[in-house]
């Protein structure tokens, strides 16, 4: 049976429905307001819009910020406070008449490609999302590491360089503080005070940089641009080697905004893995780019999505 994956994030409401393939057959995109009631509503017509033609098993919602899984609800997620703390289960269920849970959007995104992407031939696979922030998720052996609330897997929190850049969440040096979008932008600012001549420097006589124009300027061979790529997938290569240390996964699949810059990012990273992890099972993991771009919450949430039976409405390939 089919199911309904939704994309809930600060700007806009993304819904779809999945086949049991994966197969995205229907998508509705409605902007986000944050303000209680009107938020609650725009999600619950966005869920009986994109269903109304299909036959569903259930609904999974992926969501920014600190999800309670055990009690489908966002503990705090920035532009969406105003449905922090609402038992969304019930009060969307009660709307839409379906089966609804609650998932961090990185974790339904590392499910995602864990099913439908690039760690679709694995059973163990750690995933990075490298965009506006840095989001991780892990499965291991086939079951999607949660923890004890439904909280774990941050994996852009993992502290790399303790004096370094201060962090969204308040701490310094995080993997988000150095290898996101956001921290590219801020490192190419910061080139272009140190080299005025370079290609940064004079663009940020016109504007200013963001990591964006690092890659445009990368892909056309510019040496302080690739400097700012390489310094990124450095940060991101010791965080790897921590992952790969703990976890012992087959297949790192890297996605986001950031990993368009494909090698001139994952290289570095990779060197760096090889050079700082102890594990022997270093030179076995593969580091790939993942495959399902922005759609990967949303289809990883609609793989999420458990039935009357509390099963998977979409279940587990056979091979797992
Ligand atoms: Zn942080």
Known sequence: MNAVGVDVGGTKIAAGVVSPEGELLNEVI???ENVREPLLSTIAEAITEVQRDYEIGGVCLAAPGFILASENKILSAANLEAIEGIPLKEELGRRTGLQVAVENDANAAAWGEFRFGAGEDVDNLVFVTLGTGVGGGIISHGVLLRGARGMGGELGHTTIQPAGPRCGCGNRGCLEALASGTAIGRRAREVAGEQPDSALGRLA?????LGEDVLALARKGDGSALE??????TWLGIGLATFVNVF?????AIGGGVSEAGDLVLEPARRELRLRSCSPAKGLVEIREATL???SGMLGAAALARG???????GVSATR
Request: net charge negative.
């Open 30 to 32: 409605y902007p986000t």
């Open 205 to 209: 006589r016109e504007r200013t940089p």
């Open 228 to 233: 700012v790529l390489r310094e990124a997938g």
């Open 248 to 252: 012992d996964p087959e297949v790192i």
């Open 293 to 295: 771009g922005a759609k």
């Open 308 to 314: 009357e039976d509390g099963e998977y409405v979409l």
